[in-house]
């Protein structure tokens, strides 16, 4: 069934039709629309471009502002348009969007709000719609939380819409057919007689009458796009090397820089002798790095650190840089956190005390009093640091003068990006940053943070008008990762007459929500429910459940990594449901489905089990483990089957279903669940990042390894849509991963794993 929008005048943005001959289309879901991005700074012979969508006289191009990172985006924004545009993705060029406020993310303040997921009470959508203001306020454009389609789903569909009835009408002015006898076909206007009126053509006298204000949405059965497979638009390029990603990137006059920072994080550099660097092969200047980090204090607040941090060489080509950056002899300070693992390890442990917890997220039934009630069953748990390593490293080429800066770097936080260049460079005005996002080569999560672009715009600061290219080596990349939190549970709980009868978790974790908003220069704001996430979302009706999150100060920076804190709250929570359905016994499948709440979780369990063929017999020396997460709204179910072998551990096969409401793309959703898969599997099995003498001890993929080829399992996928609002799938795939794989180790082997990664503790074929 079709929606109806209203179109505000604002929202529908002419220009000068009598110059090229151009209309622009844009559309804002909230009352006041925000101010359009391009109708400053236009040029002699442009028209103005709106939000989403530009038409003139020779092309029409499609605005994607979510970033793409590998996951798809820009296919997917550019099939959200198309769909209601009447174009072919084929036929329009497409382009990421400048930052502006019109980009703002509307999905964001749903995934932040600290209500369950299917909560729609008064008082969980009035928050929601308020945290919304807020974001809109801010103009947090930004690209994270699997919020690229949640945040597109409607407003690229109704820009879609807005353009192709206000192109319909245009072409009923030059005809004088009736706009109810018109159609639109492939970027035209089809008359009733068959001719067709291209976009182009119309667009000039598109530009120079009323917007159409009100539209009504096409109706799925309709649709031609979305729900089928496609092609996606960057699949030859990827599959032929040709892809231009930020690191490709090649402007004229450039130079090229490397770093030395100090390896401990936040540290400061004492002093530096660059004496036999500076005369090296093709070093042109070496100069020093004052970036500021910004961190939280014990008491929550942020505060910044300004100091030499390290030194940049300036080069002729990037590997004389690397080169040079290796022979400067530097003198470097502590970390501003403990020296060595043992020491994060027991602030965390002390960490499970009354003045540190943040919040009790779940609290029903009486658990101390059923705890204090016949044998306990008790479980610590760790998830450790994990490095991003996303394969292309940081990168930026930027070029600072006296009128403003010009960026060339992919990001996923646009806006505050600018303000952070706009620093660095000393202007003043941060709207004089003119960023051109780009392909970014893997993030996780990578890319949210600014170190890299701060960093380059200092070095630009001090060579106007020369375009500086900096690149960090690959284990400059891992020595600088703001990496996953570190974190650890308790857990208690009680079975009764074979069933799960009570369920206690506590978790304590450095927040990566506040040590983020701390280098934004902003206050943390409540809670993190990222500390507990993946347990205190769970719809199960264990009588007595309990969830307790702590925050742990004063370790590492961290920041967000696919799927953030359920990465490692899951793990906990979904091991130590076996560990209770395995001490009642009880079959796991059964004992979820019996206290499942939720009718969408339920149908995601039962998709799981019938894929996998639940209760079927496996044979000698095999296991099979299942764990049903929710992160980012979605409710996504895993079933892991491993051999037990003489050389270790195999995984055999793995089994996924979730529920996103609506799937965009088959083809992409079932790639981005087995990328999920593949990542959480990988993670779990070998990576961590651990400190020794503040530094981070494993600098490349040889020492932080993801899963094998040769590792790699069978994998079935099946996606749900009965969910009642879309949702991402970048994300959910992640977090059931890890406990499904030692849920099935354990049926396997009898060895219960607690601690991540389980190659410490077992092999793997």
Same mark, same amino acid.
């Not at 961190?295 to 505060?303: V, Y």
């Not at 080429?397 to 990001?411: L, Q």
């Given at each position: 069934?079709?929606? =109806?929008?209203t ?5 529908f ?7 090229? *001959?151009?209309?622009a289309?844009?559309t804002y ?5 925000q ?17 989403y969508i530009k %038409?003139?006289a020779d092309?029409?191009?499609?605005i994607?502002?979510?970033?793409d &990172?590998?996951?798809?985006a ?12 009447d174009?072919?993705? /084929? ?7 400048h930052?502006?406020?019109?980009y703002?993310?509307t999905?964001?303040a ?6 369950m997921?299917?909560?729609?009470s008064l008082?969980?959508?009035?928050v ?9 306020a ?17 407003? =690229? ?8 009835e ?6 009923? *002015?030059?005809?004088g057919?009736?706009?109810d ?6 970027g ?5 007689d068959?001719t067709?009126?291209?976009y182009?053509?119309?667009?000039v006298?598109a530009a *120079? ?5 009100q539209?009504t ?11 089928r497979p496609?092609q ?8 032929t090397g ?16 490397? =770093?030395?920072?100090?390896?401990? &994080? ?8 660059a004496s =036999?660097? &500076? ?15 910004w ?5 929550? &607040?942020?505060?910044a ?6 030194v940049?060489?300036?080069?002729d +080509?990037?590997w ?11 003198d ?14 027991a602030a ?6 009354e003045?540190r ?10 658990t ?7 044998s306990v069953i008790?479980a ?7 490095a991003h #390593?996303?394969l ?27 303000q952070?260049?706009?620093?660095a ?7 004089s940053v003119?960023?051109?996002n ?5 993030s ?9 672009? %701060? ?6 600061? #001090?060579?106007?008008?020369?375009p500086?290219k900096?690149t960090y080596?690959?284990e ?8 996953? #939190? ?11 007459g ?8 506590d978790?304590a974790s450095v927040?990566a ?13 409540g809670p993190?429910?990222? %500390? ?5 979302t769970?719809?199960?009706?264990i009588? +007595? ?21 359920a ?21 796991p499948?059964?004992?979820r489905?019996?206290?499942?709440? +939720? ?18 017999k496996?044979?000698?020396g ?19 089957d491993?051999t037990a072998?003489?050389?270790? %551990?195999?995984?055999?096969?793995v089994?996924?279903a979730? /529920?996103?409401?609506r799937?965009?793309?088959?083809v992409?959703?079932?790639? #981005? ?7 959480? @599997?990988g993670?779990a099995?070998?990576?961590e990042?651990?400190?020794? /003498? ?5 600098s +490349?993929?040889?020492s932080?390894?993801?899963?094998r ?5 069978e994998?079935?996928v ?14 959910p ?6 406990p ?11 060895q219960? @794993?607690?601690?991540?990664p389980?190659?410490k503790?077992i092999?793997?074929?």
């Open positions: 069934m079709g929606r =109806l929008r179109i505000t005048r604002r929202s943005l002419v220009g000068s039709a009598a110059v090229l *001959g151009g209309v289309f844009g879901v909230a009352k006041r629309p101010d359009n991005p391009l109708t400053a700074g236009l040029r002699e012979g442009e028209a103005a471009f709106t939000a %038409i003139t092309r029409i191009t499609l994607a502002p979510h970033a &990172k590998g996951q798809g820009q296919s997917a924004q550019v099939m959200l348009i198309a769909e209601e545009l174009v072919e993705p /084929d036929q329009v060029e497409v382009s990421f969007g930052p502006a406020p019109a703002y993310n999905a964001l749903d995934g932040q709000a600290p209500f997921p299917f909560d729609q008082t969980a959508r009035t929601r719609t308020v945290m919304g203001v807020g974001t809109k801010l103009g947090v454009m930004a690209t994270g939380g699997s919020t690229t389609i949640p945040d597109s789903y409607t407003k =690229l569909r109704v820009a879609g819409a807005v353009a192709r206000t192109l319909k009408r245009a072409a009923s *002015g030059q005809t057919i009736a706009v006898q018109l159609t639109t076909a492939r035209a206007v089809i008359l009733p068959g067709a009126l291209s182009t053509a119309l667009a006298a *120079g009458i009323e917007p159409v204000q539209v949405l096409r109706d799925p059965s309709e649709w031609r796009l979305i729900g496609a996606r638009l960057d699949i030859v390029a990827k599959s040709t892809q231009r990603f930020g690191i490709d990137r090649k402007i004229d006059g450039m130079v090229h820089a490397a =770093l030395r920072l100090n390896p401990r &994080k936040g540290g400061e550099m004492r002093s530096y002798d =036999l660097a &500076k005369d090296m092969r093709g070093v042109q200047a070496i100069v020093q790095i004052e970036g500021a980090i961190e939280l204090d014990r008491s929550g &607040k942020p505060f650190r300004r100091g030499p941090v390290g940049a060489v300036i080069a +080509n990037t004389r840089a690397f080169q040079a950056a290796d022979a400067i002899s530097i470097w300070a502590p970390a501003p956190y403990p020296a060595e693992m043992e020491a994060h390890w965390v442990e002390e960490s499970f005390t003045d917890r943040e919040a009790t997220w779940r609290d029903e039934g009486d101390e009093a059923a705890l204090a009630q016949g008790e610590e748990y760790r998830a450790p640091y994990v #390593q996303p292309e490293p940081l990168n930026a080429i930027i070029r600072v003068d006296s009128a403003g800066a010009e960026v060339w770097a992919g990001h996923q936080m646009l806006r505050f990006a600018q952070k260049i706009a620093r460079a000393g202007l003043d005005d941060p709207e003119i960023f051109h780009q392909f970014i080569g893997g996780f999560g990578h890319r949210l943070e600014f170190d890299f672009l %701060i960093h380059a715009a200092e070095i630009a600061r #001090q060579l106007p008008g020369v500086v900096l080596r690959r400059e990349d891992f020595a600088q990762d703001f990496t996953r #939190q570190i974190s650890m549970a308790r857990m208690r709980g009680r079975v009764a074979g069933r799960v009868d009570t369920y206690a978790a978790i927040s929500i506040g040590s983020q908003t701390a280098r934004l220069g902003l206050p943390a704001v993190d429910q990222e %500390i507990p996430a993946g347990i205190w769970m719809p199960l009706a009588p +007595n459940l309990r969830v307790r999150a702590y925050r742990v100060p004063g370790l590492a920076p961290v920041s967000s990594w696919r799927s953030v804190g990465s490692s709250a899951g793990f906990f929570g979904e091991s130590f449901m076996d560990e209770l359905c395995h001490a009642a016994g009880a079959d499948m059964e004992e489905l019996r206290l499942v709440t +939720n009718d969408v979780h339920r149908q995601v369990l039962e998709a799981v089990a019938d894929l996998c063929d639940w209760g079927c496996l044979g000698p095999r296991g099979r483990g299942l764990a049903l997460v929710e992160s980012f709204g979605v409710p996504a179910a895993e079933v892991v491993v072998t003489e050389d270790g %551990i195999r995984i055999d096969t089994y996924v979730a /529920d996103v409401g799937i965009i793309d088959p992409n959703f079932d790639a #981005q669940m087995r990328g999920g898969v593949i990542w959480g @599997l993670h099995m070998n990576c990042i651990t400190y020794s /003498d503040g530094m981070a001890e494993q +490349n993929f040889d932080h390894e993801g899963m080829m040769s590792q790699t399992p994998i079935f099946r996606g749900l849509e009965n969910a009642e609002h879309i949702r991402g799938i970048g994300e795939p992640v977090p059931p991963a890890a499904a794989l030692a849920n099935a180790i354990f049926a396997a082997t009898g219960r @794993l607690r601690e991540m389980f190659n503790f092999d793997f074929v």
